[in-house]
């Protein structure tokens, strides 16, 4: 694990004009070179300290507070950890892109610096060229991410030119992924949800179920597979998605995800006592070098088979 820092006790003092900002703000100001995350992760782990005590990232700062900074790890020090990953496996594999299969209850990248576990470590084991040409940190060419709890399919570009095509893929909602998942009630229908999704920096997100999304490409339709009236099995499609997508837009809809310990109710026994009941079932896209249509399959995991 890596200990490397660019910033270690260091001492700042809030100037006039910079009264009234926001602790991260002042933070990014500052500091313009480091990551985002850097700063989130150093306040949530109570390295910068305001007037001597821990504070929230959105604490507003006055002119002549004393800001310490204990330490922010550098941009390198989120370069994932290059590892075995327990029940992850290589579902598809050419010269140019992959499709990893990602287990439950792990992050597809790294959340901490020199984390171990991760799906961007695992791939990194795999194709260790990939941090020759990724300058995205800490995902690498990971082009989708999985929510910590959430299981299935994760492509990645394998060389520089299929990164750049398949980003822009991305960005245009041309990677189509398909999810299955369990959720409670009985959807007797198919439907597409495009309520708004506000993330506001939280681990929550929140659904304005009166205002659909600005973004037409943001939307999650439902189709039901299967159910016995208190529970159903949902297909679910997304084209571009955004942090929680599926979980709170079902949700805000009547029908949580089962075992969603966030949205919902983790049941006392049977499906999703242990884990989340979402799946990455499918994703489909264009293959950067043959420019054909290429659709991987992640098989539904023995917990499904107890529907």
Known sequence: MRTAHVLEEMSLTVRERES???LDRFLRIRFPGLPARSVRFAIEAGEVRVEGGRAQKGRLLSAGERVVVRRIAEARDWMPEPGDLPGASVLFADDAVAVLDKPPDVHTEPHRPGERGTLAGYLRREFPSVVEFSSSLP????????????SGAVPAALTKDALEFLSRERESGEIRKTYYC??????????TLSFRIDSGGGE???????????????????TPVGGDGSFTLVRAEISRGKRHQIRAHLAAAGFP????????????EG??????MLHAA???FLHPVTRKQVMVVSP????????
């Open 204 to 222: 929550t997100v929140r659904v304005r179920t009166e205002t659909p999304d600005p973004d037409s490409r943001r939307w999650t339709t439902v």
């Open 300 to 307: 539904l995991p023995g917990e499904f088979g107890l529907i």
């Open 257 to 268: 995800v089962v075992g969603d310990r966030r949205y919902s109710a983790v049941p006392p």
């Open 271 to 276: 499906a999703g006592k242990r884990r989340l």
């Open 139 to 150: 995902g690498l060419s990971l082009l989708t991410r999985l929510d910590y709890a959430t």
């Open 20 to 22: 009234g900002i926001r």
């Open 182 to 191: 369990l959720v409670c009630g009985c959807l007797d229908e198919s439907r």
């Open 282 to 284: 499918e994703v489909t």
